[in-house]
C-alpha cells in the first residue's frame, strides 16, 4: 500500500493524497481485496469503465501468469526434499507475515474494548464454534454496525 | 466441465467473503477446496497460499495455481475471473455511488463496525493456517522472528518470505 501511494498521489498525481485515504477505506469495507478494490476506484475516477477494466488486468495479469506457473512446477516437484523443506520454512514466515498485518491494522483501526470484544468474538466463531465465514461476517459485522451507530451529539457537531 | 463449474461457484462465492482482505475467505476455502472438493490437501494449500506471498499484484493469486490444477487452462482462467469478477463490478458500482453517500450516517458506522469483524477474520484465517504451517519449534521460532522484524524495521515482506524458505530448506532437509 506505500508502493501504491507512492506511485498514484506522488508521482503520478492521480489521485490527491485525501482522495487515496479515502479510496482506502470504501476498498476496506468492501468484499474484494484492498487493491484490486483500490485498481477499480482509480480506474473509474481516471476513465470510467475502461479504466477500471485496465487497472484490475494490470494488477492481476502479472501475478496470475506468475501463480499458474508456481503451480505447475509445484505439482511436478513439490515432492522433492528440497521443495518440501523450503516450503515449510515459507509457510511459517507467511504466519509471521500475516500477524504483523493483524498487529498493524489493530493499532491504526481499533478504538476502544467494544472494538477489541468484536475482534475476539470474530475469531472465536470461526476457530472454537466452527461457523461458517459467511455467518460470521454477518452476525458479528450487524451487532459491530449497530454498536457504532450515528449518534445524535455527532450529527449536531456538523452542523455548520 | 462439472469440475470447472464447482470451480467458478466457489470462487464467486469466496470472493465475497474477502472483507478487509482474501485472508479473511481463507477458513472457508480450507472446508470448500480441500474438504469438500478435494482439489488439494490442506499442506498443498498452504504452500501455495505462502508462494503466493512473492507474486507481485494482490497475495491471493494462489487461487489460479489452484483453478490450473482442477481444470487446466480453462479452469485457471474462469477461477480468476470469478474470484475477481463480482467484487470489482460491486467496487465499481459503490465506486459510483460513493459520492451520494457521502451525507448518509451510516456510512461511518459500517466503515467502523466492520474493521474489527475483518481484522478477527483476517486473524481466523491466520489460525487457521497456523495449524497446518506451524509444526514445532523451529516453524514456530520463524513466524516469531518475521512478525518481530516487520513491527520492528521497514523491510520488503518477499525478502522475509524468501528468508524462511532458506531457512526452511537448511533445518529441515532430511540428512
Redesign the interface.
Known sequence: MPYLRDRLVTKRQWVEDKEFVEMLSISQSLPGLNATNMAILVGEKLSGALGSLAAILGMCLPGAAFMAMVGIFYRQHGDHPWTSAGLKGVAAAAVGLILSTVVQLSKKSLAGRWDFVFMALTVIAVNRLHQSVPRTLVGVGIVAILFHHPRRTEKEDTRP | MNQILDLVRVFAFL???????????F??MK?LTVDVHKWLTFP?L????????L????????????G??AGGFLG?VLT?LAF?GP??V???V???L?KRLEKW??R???????????????????????R????GL???T??????LI??QYKVN?AL??????????L????K
Do not use: D, K
Not at chain 2, 497446518?132 to 509444526?135: D, F, K, N, P, V
Not at chain 2, 520463524?142 to 512478525?147: E, F, H, K, P, Q
Open positions: 470472493s465475497l467473503l474477502t472483507v478487509g482482505g482474501g485472508m479473511a475467505a477458513p472457508e472446508i498443498q498452504i504452500h501455495l497460499y505462502s508462494v503466493g506471498q507474486a507481485p499484484g494482490p497475495n491471493m493469486m494462489m487461487i489460479v495455481s489452484i490450473e490444477w485457471a480468476l475477481f467484487t470489482a460491486l467496487a465499481f459503490v465506486a459510483r460513493w450516517p451510516w461511518r458506522s459500517i466503515q467502523q463496525g466492520l474493521a474489527p469483524v475483518s481484522i478477527g477474520l483476517l486473524l481466523a484465517g491466520c489460525f487457521t493456517m497456523a497446518g504451517a506451524i509444526t523451529e516453524t514456530a520463524i513466524a516469531v522472528g518475521v512478525l516487520l513491527l515482506p522475509l518470505v524468501v528468508g524462511g524458505g532458506i531457512i526452511g530448506i533445518s529441515f532437509l532430511p
